[in-house]
């Protein structure tokens, strides 16, 4: 695609509908164990670790949380999070840019009984690109 002054630039509003496209809304609600609450997954990632032992990361280099273990019939499973997703919102708050204490704290709030989740997915983006072909 090549770029022809005054003409439209059809480019950036396909990279905004694919990434819109891309991104899922999930919402878990807790299960409460006693004292506990249960979200019934686990995460790896952030920018304090090393991004080379990310198994989800295609280069290397991302730095994101991911899911790496969703508990088989728990809330995550149930409300339809995958292991391999990747984070980028906990109820409203950025998650590209976090430790993984960070997230970690973010996600297991006990005053929270739902957590809002938007999250990308490999599955999401090959379908997407699959389709525009």
Request: hydrophobic residues 40%; glycine residues 10%; positive net charge.
């Amino acid at each position: 695609m090549s770029f022809i002054p005054g003409q439209p630039v059809t480019a950036v509003v396909l990279h905004f509908q694919l990434s819109c496209a891309l991104q899922q809304r999930i919402e878990i609600c807790k299960l409460r164990q006693g004292e506990h609450l249960i979200l019934g997954f686990s995460i790896g990632g952030g920018i304090d670790q090393d991004p080379g032992q990310n198994p989800f990361s295609e280069d290397k280099s991302d730095k994101g949380i991911y899911v790496t273990r969703v508990t088989p019939g728990g809330p995550a499973e149930v409300a339809g999070l995958m292991m391999g997703d990747k984070v980028m919102q906990v109820n409203g708050w950025d998650m590209t840019m976090v430790t993984h204490d960070q997230a970690r704290k973010r996600l297991t709030k006990k005053n929270e009984d739902i957590v809002r989740l938007l999250v990308t997915r490999k599955s999401l983006e090959q379908a997407v690109r699959h389709s525009m072909m």
